[in-house]
């Protein structure tokens, strides 16, 4: 980390590198759970692991650009997280997400707010509104083979397509809106995960 950063953005600097390092792990972490899944037969939560891991891999980038701006360089460490069963691993995604939307984002957001950050309040607010909705995806996801009947359960042994929005990495399974929720970026410029 670069100790250039002016001062009073020095914990806002902290929080944006923290942020970076989780979104990188959490975009590997992700691919290999899609890996994972693949290998059981989900094949739809596979393509949603995929389209969850790009959104965070733009999570990431968009933090590098304002770690940047405040003299820093971004800075991963990848963990090798475990991989276990396609239900474990929604399960610790679920957990990962949560605690990023309930606790770790909302604090981010309100110290940029108070350093008047505009720059990492965006980057901060972007990816909390994302980690929200990802964590409904995986929800659904994990009800349907913990619950579903078996006709649910036999449309995630089909591969689906995911949107992600390039700028925010906005995700959904279903083009229903013209510009991004989040961002307000074109949808007919976003990228197609499967």
Do not use: W
Not at 48 to 64: K, M, T, Y
Not at 156 to 179: I, M, N, Q, S, W
Request: proline fraction near 3%; charged fraction near 25%.
């Amino acid at each position: 980390m670069s100790t250039s950063a002016v001062p009073a953005y020095e914990q806002t600097l902290k929080n944006l590198l923290a942020a970076f390092n989780g979104e990188s792990n959490a975009s590997a972490r992700y691919g290999a759970f899609a890996a994972k899944a693949d290998e059981e037969g989900y094949l739809r939560v596979g393509s949603l692991f995929r389209a969850a891991a790009r959104a965070e891999q733009i999570h990431a980038s968009n933090h590098a650009v304002v770690i940047q701006k405040l003299g820093g360089t971004p800075a991963a460490q990848i963990e090798a997280g475990a991989v276990k069963s396609t239900v474990e691993n929604l399960q610790a995604a679920i957990a990962g997400e949560t605690y990023e939307v309930e606790v770790m984002y909302p604090e981010f957001i309100g110290e940029a707010e108070t350093r008047k950050n505009a720059a990492a309040r965006r980057t901060f607010k972007f990816a909390f509104e994302v980690e929200k909705v990802h964590a409904q995806l995986f929800a659904r996801a994990l009800q349907t083979i913990q619950q579903g009947a078996e006709e649910s359960r036999e449309e995630l042994r089909h591969k689906a397509t995911y949107y992600v929005c390039p700028d925010c990495g906005f995700t959904a399974d279903k083009a229903e809106f013209d510009r991004c929720p989040v961002c307000g970026h074109l949808k007919e410029e976003f990228e197609l995960i499967s």
